[in-house]
């Protein structure tokens, strides 16, 4: 068995974690840490365990930690991680951080966006960037796993065959991002109360966001060339669930034709055929967040605009699942050589 701990056992992903991993029949979870709410009993926070999961959350006590978990799942706040992270924590467990700590390579644009000092830097060179789909073979030799972001991996999984195979034009990339109220976390803000969410929706962090940069790291990677993004995330009164709708212009073909929709489903082929939770949709069906609630799926599809020139790209996930806790899974699959559907084998909930 697998021994699992989580640092932010409280929040919403750390929950989301909680929930999967007592599903998983190669894991125990030994260590649910909670600053805020330490020796009180977990199933007390979340009814939803009760019965299931009945032990007290325990501090952040990483010392500690580290003899008793083989796995560490850190589902805190930007800069924990970074600011405790010690190469004998890395000796004795893996990490698998939820947080920005160290996705981002370049130090200087994290501590830009994020307003806040990196504090340990040193590991940015071997940490790996946790999007299965796209790094699964560094993945299983880390020590260090970078979770992505939520709007991250729903924007990247869209838009990556495109990117890859050059049938877009990078710098025309815009991407509208659509989330539910949980992708903001279980703290208290005035902007999260339910008469500010419902009935609601609005745009925010207008070409501020954080997840920016890291979008457009991992594009570029795949672009190779430096890429630039506008990205414009929005507010809905849900729960669960991202939607991203993306433009590009298209590439022209050599005889000056624009791609075709067959070309373009190839792309999308090539890359997601044979991927379990990559779920490229039938032609003229656009993705919706009901389909994947719940879920480690990501639905994709896409819309030529001849008229144009332009390609519509589209994808949908639950921010909390694919988009956090669940590719976390993922990542401690591949850590440990286990089928990387391991725990994650189910059904998206409807209604």
Not at 88 to 94: M, T, V
Not at 139 to 156: D, E, F, H, K, M
Not at 165 to 177: C, F, H, K, M, S
């Amino acid at each position: 068995m697998i021994k699992a701990g989580i640092i932010g056992a409280t929040g919403y992903a750390g929950a989301e974690l909680a929930r999967i991993l007592y599903g998983h029949k190669d894991v125990e979870i030994v260590w649910l840490g909670s600053r805020s709410y330490a020796d009180k009993k977990y199933a007390s926070i979340y009814q939803n365990m009760s019965g299931l999961l009945e032990d007290n959350c325990q501090d952040e006590q990483l010392e500690a930690l580290v003899e008793q978990a083989d796995v560490i799942f850190t589902a805190t706040p930007q800069g924990y991680l970074a600011s405790v992270m010690k190469e004998e924590y890395l000796r004795k467990a893996k990490f698998i951080d939820l947080s920005a700590d160290y996705r981002i390579k370049d130090v200087s644009v994290y501590e830009r966006w994020y307003q806040i000092e990196h504090k340990s830097p040193e590991f940015l060179g071997e940490a790996v960037y946790g999007l299965c789909e796209l790094n699964r073979e560094k993945i299983r030799q880390a020590r260090l796993v970078a979770n992505p972001g939520c709007y991250t991996t729903c924007s990247i999984l869209t838009a990556w065959p495109l990117v890859k195979e050059g049938l877009i034009v990078p710098q025309t990339l815009i991407i509208d991002a659509k989330s539910g109220t949980s992708g903001a976390g279980r703290g208290a803000k005035t902007d999260n109360l339910y008469c500010e969410v419902n009935e609601n929706i609005k745009a925010y962090g207008v070409a501020s966001h954080r997840h920016t940069p890291e979008i457009e790291e991992q594009l570029g990677y795949g672009a190779g060339e430096p890429f630039t993004i506008s990205f414009t995330p929005h507010l809905v009164p849900m729960n669960r669930g991202i939607l991203v709708t993306a433009y590009a212009s298209l590439v022209r073909n050599d005889d000056g034709s624009l791609p075709s929709e067959e070309q373009i489903r190839a792309a999308y082929e090539k890359y997601y055929k044979t991927e379990t939770f990559v779920r490229i949709l039938e032609p003229g069906v656009c993705p919706q967040t009901r389909w994947v609630e719940g879920s480690n799926y990501v639905d994709v599809n896409f819309k030529t605009d001849q008229r144009t020139g332009r390609v519509i790209m589209m994808g949908a996930l639950d921010n909390l699942v694919k988009g956090a806790a669940g590719a976390a899974v993922q990542n401690m699959n591949l850590l440990y050589g286990l089928p990387e559907s391991s725990g994650l084998e189910y059904a998206p909930l409807f209604p």
